[in-house]
């Protein structure tokens, strides 16, 4: 087997998980400047639900088709982590718009420990194993070896990013969206309703969110009260490295960290001699984050100027 | 807490002489809590007031970064990771080095502020929330460094951590042992409740002058604007690297006497939920202010261990079985008021009286 095929291959499964949450982040940082650091943590919810749901599913109607079982725990995964976003606005955020920056990222803080400890007190310490649905098998791809729940997650966060383009260019809402970004105020002297507008942005990110934790969680086959929280934070170096509140940046810088990372941590071995080793995998986004932010604070398709006093 | 103690004396005696007997008041208050505590409540108290004394020189230093200069570094705890880890290696059989406290109190401070420079030189340019998360990013680099630096040459001895590592001794008497002195026997957290307390004391001192002085006057321009501080001819490049230097040196002698106080060191205590609790000592105690984040500090580090001591026997008695564990509910109700707070107090508890005729909130934000 090619290991730098295999390599290229999780990177990019790695790296579509990471774009859904960096989408989130961005389209929230478009419009608000915030940096909503409670969103690793609605990834984190969204895979507990749905796990929750599954294993309600599986116990009650055993005969059900996978495929519905994963629909429904997908959409009730959905469905509460939009509500949750809703809610994080409206409670959180909302009431500090006009306050100074650090108000509403000190009280993004909160809600992330918040969440973080309400899972752990719902769903215990321990790591869950997710129970396998669909029976996993295995194809081979320019010499590498792709799971059918990999091609289900590159499947996946392709339409929904498509999707969300979709939305965000074409439709009335994404209009009102883009508009909103652009200047609040005049957004609102347009006749848009600008709260309803930032309420919907954060929870489309929500549900994208939703299913990135679905698929990490399908991926990995373990969920964990604390596993929002790096996810969270790399998916927002991905947004940053592709240009914060811009879209196709997010998943372009998606893509690429997964594809640093998974190659990184291949190959740290042989290039330093032995020296670091592949546990220094999370390393490789920070190093990366810090970079970008240094030498190209706009990211790689971003034109805005970060220079705000 | 000499506006505190002023306000209180001028209320009761108008007197203005009667603040010296306040002082001597608070000392001798201070003097003799630890005995109080350990003849009421136990020993455990001394060691945790021993802790409270730590971090409040802890946010002290990142007060300087965050309430002076208006830098957010969300990877402070780097700081005290770097002073706890130079004392453990220099003190302790790992590498069978047993230096002198005053020879690595210095090395520990260095040490830490050439990291604060590491950190600052290129983060200069950012602000705000950027230069949040690449201190956050930092603080998590420099964990993970510790975690994995067993191997191929153990340095830090991986998640295990160092054991065994020196208490301060002075004149060849081991601080933590028990000892007699003037028929007074003092127990180790007794000693080091002293020790701690000088050295936070000269903090404070060091911290309130800082403040004051010409440096201090640039970082609160800089904090205000950044562009005008500039144009008013201050080098700001060179007053924000010693904010963090001076931020970071503070943070690696307290982690420093963090090692030795414990005798054991190991990356789970250096993780990004320690920064943040700093972080909030500084805010809830009130950004900038001294005696505010003293405050903060203090409250942070005692609640929680009276919730602790609390939580489990209060949910017994009511419910008839413990529900929620103590350290879940205490970072429920951390969480919690960080949120609150924000809401309804943004300026901290206890805020700097410049701070409340601080710019405009609508001018500031932009």
Redesign the interface.
Known sequence: MDIFAQQILNGLVLGSVYALVALGYTMVYGILG??NFAHGEVVMIGAMIALAVVSILLSAFPEMHPLLTILLAGVSAILVCMALAFLIER??YR??R??????????A??????L???A??IWGRKYKTVPQIFPTETFELFGASITSVQIFIITISAVLMTGLLVIVHFTKLGRAMRATSESQRVAGLMGINVNKIISVTFMMGAGLAAVAGILIAGNYSVVHYSMG?MLG?KA??AA?LGGIGNLGGAVLGGLLLGLIESIGAGYIGDLTG????S??Q??F???V??VV??FR?TGIMGERV?E?? | MKHFVQDLWRKFTGNKRALFFGYIFLFVALAVLPFLLSNTVGLTWVRILDFALIYAMLALGLNIVVGFAGLLDLGYIAFYAVGAYTWALLASPQFDLHLPFWAILPIGAGMAALFGVLLGAPTLRLRGDYLAIVTLGFGEIIRIFLNNLDHPINVTNGPIGINKIDPISIGGADLTRTHELLGVSFSGAHTYYYVLLTLLFMTVVICVRLEKSRIGRAWLAIREDELAAQAMGINTRNVKLLAFALGAMFGGIAGGLFASLQGFVSPESFGLLESIMVLCMVVLGGMGHVYGVLLGAILLTVLPEILRSTASPIQSTLFGDVYIDPEALRMLLFGLALILVMLIRPTGLWPSPKRRTSVDPDIAKD
Do not use: C, E, K, W
């Not at chain 1, 006009?98 to 009280?107: E, G, S, V």
């Not at chain 1, 032995?274 to 080793?277: A, E, P, R």
């Open positions: 915030l940096i409670l959180a009431p500090l006009n306050a100074p920056r650090l108000a509403p990222l000190i009280t803080i909160g809600i992330s420990i918040l973080q400890n309400i752990m007190i929280f934070l927002f170096t940053v032995g020296f670091l080793g546990h220094y999370d390393v986004a920070f190093v984050l810090i932010l240094v604070p970060s705000r006093a």
